[in-house]
T-cell receptor
Framework: TQLLEQSPQFLSIQEGENLTVYCNSS?????LQWYRQEPGEGPVLLVT?????EVKKLKRLTFQFGDARKDSSLHITAAQPGDTGLYLC???????????????FGTGTLLAVQP | ETGVTQTPRHLVMGMTNKKSLKCEQH?????MYWYKQSAKKPLELMFV???????ENNSVPSRFSPECPNSSHLFLHLHTLQPEDSALYLC???????????????FGPGTRLLVL
């Protein structure tokens, strides 16, 4: 069974602080996605990383895919209250060989940014 | 607004009731999914449909019965549920199945289900 463990589970910080969320697995993924889910809504895709070692930036968010494609991190610079939400990593399993490639979701990190 | 709508947004039902959840996507996608999101657990994939054909049934109890009459609509029929089935049920769609590895799934807002 492929699992994606996220840490920390909960994070409460002040506006302007920096933070990093980690997504770790013992399994290799062909790609990894990060989603943000706000209360009362479904997850919304932020980014997809594909290549080991890849770094992508989305304004104040920086995403990195581990060299071995087993882990990823999300770094937020100068967090704002609008960044509040549940952050989910999700990996497409590689070499599954079935009719579908399943998207395996991580355990989630709940972020609260206080003004 | 992601182009995926779900109704109802909230549902309270007794264990002997029968109800249905509805999902509609306005994106022209060919694949649709049902997920279950419970507290303290990762999103769990329940069912996958591609071009109205079920291609995945992820060991879901038979008290959950999906239906996909066309590529734009997906239903989840519920009967004799248990309190532990209380959760947020999310529908998603994608252009095609994730055969490669970069298919983006677009999620609806979910139906918050409470089983009493």
């Amino acid at each position: 069974t492929q699992l994606l463990e996220q840490s920390p589970q909960f994070l409460s910080i002040q506006e302007g602080e920096n933070l990093t969320v980690y997504c770790n697995s013992s399994s290799v993924f062909s790609s990894l996605q990060w989603y943000r889910q706000e209360p009362g809504e479904g997850p919304v895709l932020l980014v997809t990383v594909v290549t080991g070692g890849e770094v992508k930036k989305l304004k104040r968010l920086t995403f990195q895919f581990g060299d071995a494609r087993k882990d990823s991190s999300l770094h937020i610079t100068a967090a704002q209250p609008g960044d509040t939400g549940l952050y989910l990593c999700a990996g497409y399993n590689s070499g599954y060989g079935g009719a579908t490639n399943k998207l395996i979701f991580g355990t989630g990190t709940l972020l609260a940014v206080q003004p | 607004e992601t182009g995926v709508t779900q109704t109802p947004r909230h549902l309270v039902m007794g264990m002997t009731n029968k109800k249905s959840l509805k999902c509609e996507q306005h994106l022209g996608h060919n694949a649709m999914y049902w997920y279950k999101q419970s507290a303290k657990k990762p999103l769990e994939l329940m069912f996958v449909y591609s071009l109205e054909e079920r291609v995945e049934n992820n060991s879901v109890p038979s008290r959950f019965s999906p239906e996909c009459p066309n590529s734009s609509h997906l239903f989840l029929h519920l009967h004799t549920l248990q309190p532990e089935d209380s959760a947020l049920y999310l529908c998603a769609s994608s252009r095609a199945l994730g055969r490669a590895f970069q298919e983006t799934q677009y999620f609806g807002p979910g139906t918050r289900l409470l089983v009493l």
